[in-house]
């Protein structure tokens, strides 16, 4: 019953802007830390973003000051707002329960964790 659900993602031009969500169901998202991974075919899962039970967040730094991770505790629903987008953000993102948030390496997680299905995030001219 435990799920969370991806969605918002498409084809966008560089310089572009999508708001991915993040929906939990079956579970609130309240206590619990939550991040945002990518990941390229062939490629490591990159945490992109964290964001912290008391609203605190964590940035890989080549999209810091581009992206923004938020929560709505109400709508058990975190945001990724990506702003100002590259060919180089092309990639599934996924979202995930975390252990915590860390400040160098963005995100910690447990085997554990719950995971969402990605979504997928294009951008290309």
């Known amino acids: 019953q435990v799920q969370l659900v991806e969605s918002g993602g498409g084809l966008v031009q560089p310089g572009g802007s999508l708001r991915l969500s993040c929906a939990a169901s079956g579970f609130t998202l309240d206590y619990y830390a939550i991040a945002w991974f990518r990941q390229v075919p062939g490629g490591e899962r990159e945490g992109v973003s964290c964001?912290?039970?008391?609203?605190?967040?964590t940035y890989v730094d080549s999209v810091k000051g581009r992206f923004t991770i938020s929560r709505d505790n109400a709508k058990n629903t975190v945001y990724l707002h990506m702003g100002r987008l590259k060919p180089e953000d092309t990639a599934v993102y996924y979202c995930?329960?975390?252990?915590?948030?860390?400040?160098?390496?963005?995100?910690?997680?447990?085997?554990?964790?719950?995971w969402g299905q990605g979504t997928q995030v294009t951008v290309s001219s």
């Open positions: 964001i912290s039970s008391d609203g605190s967040t």
């Open positions: 995930a329960t975390a252990q915590r948030c860390h400040q160098t390496w963005v995100v910690t997680t447990t085997p554990d964790d719950h």
